[in-house]
């Protein structure tokens, strides 16, 4: 596989590794740390059966990517103070032949449709191409999307009690957006365009971002 470049993938690149662009709020939020739970532990890979995950959080697959409603959001997860990689390719099918494969920044890379499309559903209005935790939300009409859709897509399960496999009360789990612990239906959060998401299972990190560096074709 060779790296996905501009001309590849209708989005900008991101630099991995960075959780925002130096805006974060200590955490007051504290927590005991998370034991590892026999099932569903990170790390969390892309599921094997994507399309019939997307059917089921209540998405329509296409054959190509629309632009029409084409924004972005960002998500962060921690287990005990650590980053969770999020892989590149959740809600794509990435077996697809037509689905241009590569490499960046060391981890695997997906998108690039032609013009003409995938020969089946190939790709969910929500997605991601990269390990960078950038949600890109593409569909033919604007619409709300949730982080419940999301997790189920990525073939993780998101409640009131669990994310993956770290459930209450072994394991506390508070999630923020915008540096703001949220209350209610975790599932219902909506992916805003530049909503800076904060999933947080055990101890937290030391800082809570608040703000994402969205590359400039994100913005």
Request: neutral net charge; hydrophobic residues 40%.
């Amino acid at each position: 596989m060779k790296k996905l470049s501009r001309s590849l993938i209708p989005v900008a690149l991101v630099l991995l590794g960075a959780c925002g662009d130096g805006r974060a709020v200590a955490s007051s939020y504290s927590a005991p740390p998370a034991p590892t739970p026999a099932t569903g532990a990170t790390p969390w890979p892309l599921a094997a059966d994507p399309m019939m995950l997307v059917r089921q959080a209540g998405l329509n697959p296409g054959t190509m990517e629309f632009f029409t409603y084409h924004v972005h959001a960002h998500l962060d997860v921690y287990v005990n103070g650590s980053h969770v990689q999020i892989p590149g390719g959740i809600g794509i099918d990435v077996t697809d032949s037509v689905i241009h494969k590569g490499v960046t920044n060391g981890a695997p890379s997906y998108g690039g449709i032609p013009p003409s499309g995938c020969p089946r559903p190939c790709v969910s209005p929500l997605h991601t191409h990269f390990v960078d935790g950038v949600i890109h939300i593409e569909a033919p009409t604007k619409k709300q999307f949730t982080l419940g859709q999301f997790f189920r897509e990525w073939g993780v399960r998101l409640d009131s009690s669990c994310v993956g496999g770290y459930c209450r009360p072994e394991a506390s789990v508070a999630v923020f957006v915008d540096g703001k612990q949220q209350t209610g239906n975790r599932g219902d959060i909506p992916l805003v365009d530049h909503a800076e998401i904060a999933v947080v299972i055990g101890a937290p990190p030391q800082h809570i971002p608040v703000k994402y560096a969205f590359a400039p074709g994100e913005r």
